[in-house]
């Protein structure tokens, strides 16, 4: 196998890592929030920012 065709395979490899490494990510971050909307209730604030002041 020549050289140049090695670091091809090795430079796509490194794309098809890195890609999968952002969709991982992106679901991480799904899964958090849907935790965050399932087990933490809204927060409630009743009154203005002047009446907490």
């Not at 050289?3 to 799904?30: C, F, N, V």
């Amino acid at each position: 196998m020549s050289s140049s065709r090695r670091q091809h395979l090795k430079s796509l490899l490194l794309q098809i890592a890195h890609g999968l490494l952002e969709e991982e990510a992106a679901e991480a971050e799904q899964e958090k929030q849907r935790y965050m909307e399932e087990n933490c209730p809204a927060l409630s604030m009743p009154g203005s920012m002047q009446e907490l002041q």
